[in-house]
T-cell receptor, first 118, second 111 residues
Framework: GAVVSQHPSWVICKSGTSVKIECRSL??????MFWYRQFPKQSLMLMAT?????????EQGVEKDKFLINHASLTLSTLTVTSAHPEDSSFYIC??????????????FGPGTRLTVL | RKEVEQDPGPFNVPEGATVAFNCTYS??????FFWYRQDCRKEPKLLMS???SGNEDGRFTAQLNRASQYISLLIRDSKLSDSATYLC????????????FGSGTQLTVLP
């Protein structure tokens, strides 16, 4: 089956630093990837839609200058949390849609990255 | 009003019990519906899609009522391994593939 990986799986950083999270589709090409954030005991909230070769589309309330998204290839999207603060501590999950079966609603989720900002 | 609303639970049921989860969605033009399960500190995993005619997958039965904007999930003969958070997920009309997640219903199956 389709596999999506994320790296790192967890990261602890100091306030004010930037953190890059990678999302890779391992055995398929993904024209579209999504970035979600999940706070404890809350649901996944869509942050942005990442399309290969074009700018990401951000959801209302998500600062594009703080959460930089790059989707430079069909198998990799990165999310950079710039100048991270404790309130950015969360579980970040990406998902990807297979380019070949893009007509379906199936999204393949990565295992998530747990970010803790001290 | 939230786009997708679920009873957060928790539901604590004994092994072998039948348990039902409900979900309502606000946008009548929503296109696709799913149930996902999420284990603690893990990513969500697709459990099943939900169709208007209702569908069954082993011990799991999903129902969709478009008129009432209501989705349900029935789990029969609960197993310990069914313990998880169950997420009601809707594909809103504004985008072909974006998903809107409910806050989830927590289930614990007790021995």
């Amino acid at each position: 089956g389709a596999v999506v990986s994320q790296h790192p799986s967890w990261v602890i950083c100091k306030s004010g630093t930037s953190v890059k999270i990678e999302c890779r589709s391992l055995d398929f090409q993904a024209t579209t990837m999504f970035w979600y954030r999940q706070f404890p005991k809350q649901s996944l909230m869509l942050m942005a839609t990442s399309n290969e070769g074009s700018k990401a589309t951000y959801e209302q309330g998500v600062e594009k200058d703080k959460f930089l998204i790059n989707h430079a290839s069909l198998t990799l999207s990165t999310l950079t949390v710039t100048s991270a603060h404790p309130e950015d501590s969360s579980f970040y999950i990406c998902s990807a849609i297979d380019r070949v079966v893009a007509s379906t609603d199936t999204q393949y989720f990565g295992p998530g990255t747990r970010l803790t900002v001290l | 009003r939230k786009e997708v609303e679920q009873d957060p639970g928790p539901f604590n049921v004994p092994e072998g019990a039948t348990v039902a989860f409900n979900c309502t969605y606000s946008n009548s033009a929503s296109q696709s519906f799913f149930w996902y399960r999420q284990d603690c500190r893990k990513e969500p995993k697709l459990l099943m899609s939900v169709y208007s005619s209702g569908n069954e997958d082993g011990r799991f039965t999903a129902q969709l009522n478009r008129a009432s904007q209501y989705i349900s999930l029935l789990i029969r003969d609960s197993k310990l391994s069914d313990s998880a958070t169950y997420l009601c997920v809707v594909n809103p009309p504004r985008s072909a593939r974006q998903l809107t997640f409910g806050s989830g219903t927590q289930l614990t199956v007790l021995p």
